[in-house]
Each structure stands twice: as structure tokens, then as C-alpha cells.
């Protein structure tokens, strides 16, 4: 379920990304690693004490609460939360056995491989974080298309970000997914969280053209002008937050972990019901303002444990798996896609998943509401837009198409040996989110022949990409828009076939 808490916009999950400093460092922590010393810990069979690392991400402060410790003492468990910032360092220790739990982002995990699996999910993030262009130094910059032109130009070019948390993992979506956005492009400033990037950006001298940040500097930016190109709000599954346990406790301390997520899972159930405590223990944990504390909470949705359980059972976490890998072998960060479903054991949530279907059962007659938010039922539909709207909302960017959309000559059939490419786009689109992003189609056709019929073929060929797309049951808003021979390509001649080309836009609507 998307985690709705009091009534309050969804909370957010993570595949996990986009933090907080000051305010927000509480959303995500940096890329340093701790260096205090500590004791060798590990899950203790006379005291029942479990370990687990983390950082500061407001999204973990459950695990941080007194109350929660004290819940899990009654099934005889104390939890020892401690930071530690570096994510290997992370998967070192649990593979060591000074730690028995983790909780970290998917990516982060897939890139460390510690020695244990995913036994849970915990949020993921839907608006914390997002790419920002500094449309006040440059100001033609309103899209991800219009990097090219400020490259084109020979500008020096700079991106912002904090490394080795979820914003380098968005940044690495942007180029792997975009046509228009290649980090090659710039010279990389990375940071230890986004308070310093949101500096950077702001710096008068700086060539910064883009940056990525989370709460509340997102909308610190979006307020100085500076152009929100996009969120975790429009992607938001690729940022997940996962809970890990050690292969060790998995096979020695099975009762004690199913007792672990049974009663974080039950604290998430009364969260939903009355949000004030877990938005005074966010403020608190935080040490953040009431406005802050408002941003966290809106942009993260939290998991109940019949959405993670349905997640685990029914594909959805082995192909979110199999989404983020891809990425960062693309990117260089790994070697090959692994078998997701070695990643995750879900066992150990069938006492949770329990806990919470009783509960529906109890409160399905007088709150009916509450009950579809217990089972992740969201009940969100897109408005239908008209074709005009679309193409009058703020561009995106253009998707990097993986071949080539080709139709029979002087026809609108779309050829064989595109339909693959085609179904392929139609699953990359499907992961952005419905309610904030729309599609635009755009035909081109060579100068060949009249331009009444060029126009016509090129609508027809766009509307024909449309139709497939939809065939493939793309849910969101789509137009199509010919433009003919009206924008060739510079420096190539007008008859080239090279002209014949479909350009598939994502738009940002009701913002």
C-alpha cells in the first residue's frame, strides 16, 4: 500500500534515495564513514539485543524511537541503532557478525552485495529528491533538452550532487533514461549532502547548470526559480528503502527477526491511523521545523506489510530489482544483473502480514478508507487531458529511444523489427508515475514531396505509436503531434531519410 497517513498526501518509499540536512540531513546521511570505535556487537542470545546500522534518514526514525525499543523488549529484544555513514562499511559489518541488520536504499545494496538478504521494505521516496537546472544563471534552461544546446555552445557545465547516496543513483537514472542529459557532459561536484550542493548551485561564480537535492532544499529552489525538472514524485519507484538482515540471523534467530518486522510493521499500521507520533518523532528526530517535518512526510510513502508482502510474492521487488541493477551496470557500478529472487526472503513477514489483516477485518465495516489504505489500495486516477494541454505543459525531457521507430515506406504501419523497441519503451514509461508526467509523440518526416502530405503522415505515424503504446497498456496521457519537414535536422540535407525520426517527450501536468 502507498503508506497515507491522517489524511495527509502518501508518504513515501524508497528504492531508495533523497535525504535531509540541518532539516533535512535527517532525510539522508552523507557518504562519510564514521570513525568512533565501537564494541563487538552482534545479535547477543542472552540479552536478545539486535544491531542494526543505519543513518540519519528521517524515513528510519522508528527505528531510532524509545517506543519502539520498548515495544520490541516486551518479546524480549533490545535494538542498538547506530549510524554509520559508509555504505561498505555497512556490508562489512553485517558480513563480519558485528551487526544483524541494515537498512539502506536498493541500490546500495545491490552495489556492496553484503552477506545478507532483503526482509523487508520501508518506504519509498515520492518527491524528497529531484534534479533542479539553474535556470536563474541560464535562463533558456526550462528542460533536460536544453542541456544540448548549453553544451552545443561550448558552456563548462557543472552537476551538483551528494555521492554515494540516492541523488548520484537519480542522476544515474537521468542518463541512462534521457537523451538529452549525459554525465560526460559535465564536471561532477559531489558532496557529502544536498545542504552543500544547494550551495554550490547558488554560487554566483559556480558554472553549476544542474544539481540534485532533497528536502527542503527541492523546494528552496523551486521558490529562487530554478526549474524542478524531476522528482521522486514522477519516479517513484526508483528509490527504495529496504530492511536487510545477516545471513546469520536469517538461519540462527528466525523467531526473533519474524518478531522484529511484526512489530515495526504494527507500529506502521497505527501510523496510518493517527500520524501525530510519528510526525512529532520525525520533527524530533530531526531537529527539524514543523514546515520541515511537513515536506519529509510528504515525500515519503511508507510500506504496510501487506503491500511488502504482496511486493515479495508477486514480482513487483524482483523486477524493481531487476529495473535498478540495470542501471548501474549501464553506469559502470556493476558487473551483471543478478538473480533477484536470491535477494529476498519474505517469511518472515507472514506474522505481520497476519497482524494486518486482522486489523482490516476490524476496522473494514466503519472505515472503509482506512482499510484500502491498510492493503496499499490507493484509488488514484489520472484526469483525462486534451492533446492541447499536454503539448502546452513543461517539458522533461526527451527518452532515450534503444533503436529506431521504423514504418513501412510511405505508410503508417509500424515495421516489425520496431515493435520489440516499442514494448520495451512502453515498460521504461510505465515507470513514471501517471499523475505528474504525460507523453507527447512527435512525428518528423524528410522534404520530400508536398508538405499538406508530410504533415498528414507525420500525424498519422504518431498517433499509429500512440495506439501501440496504449496496446501495451501505457495508462498515462499521450497526444500525438506531426510537425512534417517543419524542424529538420541543422547541417543535413532535406530529402535525408535521417529526418523520418519520433521523438517521445515526457511532460510534467498538475504541478
Known amino acids: 500500500m502507498s503508506g497515507r497517513i491522517g489524511g495527509a498526501p502518501p508518504i513515501v518509499y524508497v528504492l531508495g534515495i533523497f535525504a535531509v540536512s540541518v532539516g533535512f540531513w535527517s532525510l539522508k546521511g552523507t557518504f562519510v564513514s564514521s570513525s568512533a570505535q565501537r564494541p563487538v556487537a552482534g545479535a547477543d542470545d542472552?540479552?536478545?539485543?539486535?544491531?542494526?546500522?543505519?543513518?540519519?534518514?528521517?524515513?528510519?526514525?522508528?527505528?531510532?524511537?524509545?517506543?519502539?525499543?520498548?515495544?520490541?523488549?516486551?518479546?524480549?529484544?533490545?535494538?542498538?541503532?547506530?549510524?554509520?555513514?559508509?555504505?561498505?562499511?555497512?556490508?562489512a559489518r553485517l558480513e563480519d557478525g558485528t551487526a544483524d541488520l541494515i537498512?539502506?536504499?536498493?541500490?546500495?545494496?545491490?552495489?556492496?552485495?553484503?552477506?545478507?538478504?532483503?526482509?523487508?521494505?520501508?518506504?519509498?521516496?515520492?518527491?524528497?529528491?529531484?534534479?533542479?537546472?539553474?535556470?536563474?544563471?541560464?535562463?533558456?534552461?526550462?528542460?533536460?533538452?536544453?542541456?544540448?544546446?548549453l553544451v552545443a555552445d561550448g558552456n563548462p557545465l557543472s552537476l551538483a550532487y551528494a555521492a554515494d547516496t540516492p541523488s548520484e543513483f537519480l542522476a544515474q537514472v537521468l542518463d541512462i533514461r534521457f537523451d538529452g542529459f549525459n554525465l560526460s557532459d559535465f564536471n561532477h561536484i559531489k558532496v557529502a549532502e544536498a545542504s552543500e550542493a544547494w550551495k554550490e548551485l547558488q554560487t554566483s561564480k559556480a558554472d553549476i547548470a544542474v544539481a540534485v537535492l532533497w528536502e527542503p532544499f527541492v523546494s528552496q529552489a523551486r521558490e529562487g526559480g530554478h526549474t524542478v525538472?524531476?522528482?521522486?514524485?514522477?519516479?517513484?519507484?526508483?528509490?527504495?528503502?529496504?530492511?536487510?538482515?545477516?545471513?546469520?540471523?536469517?538461519?540462527?534467530?528466525?523467531?526473533?527477526?519474524?518478531?522484529?518486522?511484526?512489530?515495526?510493521?504494527?507500529?506502521?499500521?497505527?501510523?496510518?491511523?493517527?500520524?501525530?507520533?510519528?510526525?512529532?518523532?520525525?520533527?524530533?528526530?530531526?531537529?527539524?521545523?514543523?514546515?520541515?517535518?511537513?515536506?519529509?512526510?510528504?515525500?515519503?510513502?511508507?510500506?504496510?506489510?501487506?503491500?511488502?508482502?504482496?511486493?515479495?510474492?508477486?514480482?513487483?521487488?524482483?523486477?524493481?530489482?531487476?529495473?535498478?541493477?540495470?542501471?548501474?551496470?549501464?553506469?559502470?557500478?556493476?558487473?551483471?544483473?543478478?538473480?533477484?529472487?536470491?535477494?529476498?526472503?519474505?517469511?518472515?513477514?507472514?506474522?505481520?502480514?497476519?497482524?494486518?489483516?486482522?486489523?482490516?477485518?476490524?476496522?473494514?465495516?466503519?472505515?472503509?478508507?482506512?482499510?484500502?489504505?491498510?492493503?496499499?489500495?490507493?484509488?488514484?486516477?489520472?484526469?483525462?487531458?486534451?492533446?492541447?494541454?499536454?503539448?502546452?505543459?513543461?517539458?522533461?525531457?526527451?527518452?532515450?529511444?534503444?533503436?529506431?521507430?521504423?514504418?513501412?515506406?510511405?505508410?503508417v504501419a509500424i515495421a516489425q523489427e520496431s515493435q520489440q523497441a516499442l514494448t520495451e519503451l512502453a515498460n521504461e514509461i510505465k515507470e513514471f508515475n501517471t499523475e505528474t508526467v504525460a507523453i507527447q509523440i512527435i512525428g518528423h518526416t524528410s522534404q520530400t514531396g508536398g508538405a499538406a502530405e508530410n504533415q498528414r503522415l507525420s500525424q498519422a505515424r504518431a498517433e499509429a505509436v500512440v495506439a501501440y503504446l496504449k496496446s501495451k497498456a501505457v495508462k498515462h496521457n499521450i497526444s500525438a503531434e506531426g510537425k512534417g519537414f517543419s524542424e529538420l535536422l541543422p547541417a543535413i540535407p532535406p530529402a535525408d531519410p535521417r529526418h523520418q525520426r519520433t521523438e517521445i517527450r515526457l511532460v510534467r501536468i498538475n504541478q
Open 46 to 91: 542472552s540479552t536478545g539485543e539486535l544491531v542494526i546500522l543505519g543513518d540519519t534518514f528521517s524515513g528510519y526514525s522508528t527505528f531510532r524511537a524509545p517506543e519502539f525499543n520498548a515495544e520490541l523488549e516486551q518479546s524480549d529484544i533490545s535494538l542498538r541503532f547506530e549510524n554509520e555513514f559508509d555504505q561498505a562499511t555497512r556490508a
Open 103 to 149: 537498512v539502506t536504499t536498493l541500490d546500495q545494496y545491490l552495489k556492496h552485495e553484503p552477506d545478507g538478504k532483503i526482509v523487508g521494505l520501508i518506504d519509498r521516496t515520492v518527491g524528497a529528491d529531484a534534479v533542479v537546472l539553474n535556470t536563474p544563471k541560464y535562463p533558456n534552461l526550462k528542460s533536460l533538452n536544453d542541456l544540448s544546446q
Open 229 to 411: 525538472v524531476l522528482s521522486s514524485q514522477d519516479a517513484p519507484t526508483a528509490i527504495l528503502d529496504v530492511i536487510v538482515a545477516s545471513d546469520q540471523l536469517i538461519w540462527e534467530e528466525q523467531q526473533k527477526l519474524t518478531e522484529f518486522l511484526s512489530t515495526y510493521y504494527r507500529r506502521m499500521d497505527q501510523a496510518i491511523q493517527d500520524d501525530s507520533p510519528l510526525k512529532t518523532l520525525i520533527q524530533t528526530d530531526g531537529d527539524l521545523s514543523e514546515a520541515q517535518t511537513d515536506l519529509v512526510i510528504d515525500g515519503i510513502d511508507f510500506f504496510t506489510s501487506i503491500e511488502a508482502g504482496r511486493w515479495m510474492e508477486d514480482g513487483t521487488l524482483a523486477k524493481r530489482i531487476d529495473a535498478t541493477a540495470a542501471i548501474l551496470v549501464l553506469s559502470g557500478q556493476m558487473t551483471d544483473v543478478p538473480i533477484a529472487e536470491e535477494l529476498y526472503n519474505n517469511q518472515f513477514m507472514a506474522e505481520a502480514v497476519a497482524n494486518t489483516e486482522s486489523l482490516i477485518a476490524m476496522v473494514e465495516a466503519d472505515n472503509p478508507e482506512l482499510a484500502g489504505f491498510l492493503r496499499g489500495d490507493t484509488g488514484k486516477t489520472s484526469a483525462e487531458l486534451t492533446p492541447e494541454a499536454i503539448q502546452a505543459s513543461q517539458p522533461i525531457g526527451d527518452l532515450d529511444f534503444k533503436g529506431e521507430i521504423k514504418f513501412e515506406v510511405g505508410s
